[in-house]
């Protein structure tokens, strides 16, 4: 929508994970060598950890893309699968002509499979992205296949892509064996103020446009916004182009950014902090009536109990008092009750 109010040729802060707009700051570029390397050289395992909105599987699609023609890869994007279902999208990347029904109907053609690709000297490589979310048992078939080497050289190259649960998973006393053959661990940081700066104009300038649009203000609002994740930052960015577009405005300031900021309901990752829950409480007791309240009503309970006596004692009396003194108090009575009714 905003593309052509500032002549983009596409828009730069998609969350799609588009290796196009990767930006290689020192951190992104330390991790690209090394899953390179690792490939490469057949190290075998490694696993690639960091927050959600990092960059990870934006660095991977990059790996693909610089190793295509160099190497065999397949791409799990999803590993909650079945023990089957995994073997079965396994063949179907490295374009097994098999149809899997039980283990071995996999693994005899994958081993022929790792064995003619050492021949051609082609690394194989299998990703795991969002690693996990992988099963137990799935973990199991993983270290299986970690297994498989020929003259003392690994015959397969596995990746393991995921937020930081992925390594208190490895580590786990079951899993044991299968953390013992990574043979390299790399975090990826969040960016700092500095490299978001760059991270921006970098991928304006893929975008189409060289001259800085978000000044230097804005930039320090998007950093205290979302912490250096770029997940976070292109859904900013985007949302502040889009609103600055509408206002006529050529030049993002910290001002926009914070309108923006009002307009998105979540914040970037942080530390959490423990929140007291409040806890359910009786109802408060009714307030105590005022001071002068309490003694009228107790001097009207005191009169309402005479009276109340007064009358039964009377009723008695009349019942053995002579006729004329029951005319008299019948009298009494319909005077009392006219004065009562007024």
Known sequence: ???????????????????????????????????????MDNKGCLLLAGDVGTGKTTLINRLIKD???????AKISDPRLTKYDFYRLVSRFFKLPIEVRTK???????KRFLKDARLEKKPVLLLID?????????????????????????????????????????????????????????????????EIGFYIGHRLKVGGVEYEIFSASAIDEVFDF???????????????????????????NSEVIRQCRKRISFSAPTSQKAVDIPRATPPAPPEPMGETTQPVRSVFRRVAATVGIAL??????????????????????Q???????Q
């Open 1 to 39: 929508m905003y593309e052509t109010y500032y002549g983009l040729n596409k828009k730069p802060f998609q969350i799609t994970t588009d290796p196009t707009f990767l930006w290689m700051g020192t951190k992104h570029r330390d991790a690209l060598a090394t899953l390179k390397y690792s490939v």
């Open 67 to 73: 190793v295509k023609d160099k190497v065999y890869t």
């Open 104 to 110: 071995e109907d996999f693994l005899d053609p994958f």
């Open 130 to 194: 969002e690693a996990q979310r992988i099963k137990q048992n799935l973990l199991e078939e993983i270290r299986y296949l970690s297994n498989l080497e020929a003259d003392g050289e690994k015959l397969l190259n596995i990746f393991f892509v995921g937020q930081q649960e992925i390594v208190d998973i490895l580590q786990a006393p079951q899993n044991r064996a299968l953390m013992r053959r990574v043979t390299t661990t790399y975090t990826i940081q969040p960016l700092t103020r500095e």
């Open 226 to 252: 979302s912490n250096g994740f770029p997940r976070q930052i292109n859904i900013i960015c985007d949302l502040a182009m889009l609103f600055a577009s509408q206002m006529d405005r050529r030049t993002i």
């Open 312 to 333: 039964l004692l009377g009723c008695l009396g009349l019942y053995v008092a002579p006729p004329q003194w029951k005319t008299i108090a019948h009298q009494w009575l």
């Open 335 to 341: 005077h009392l009750f006219r004065l009562l009714g």
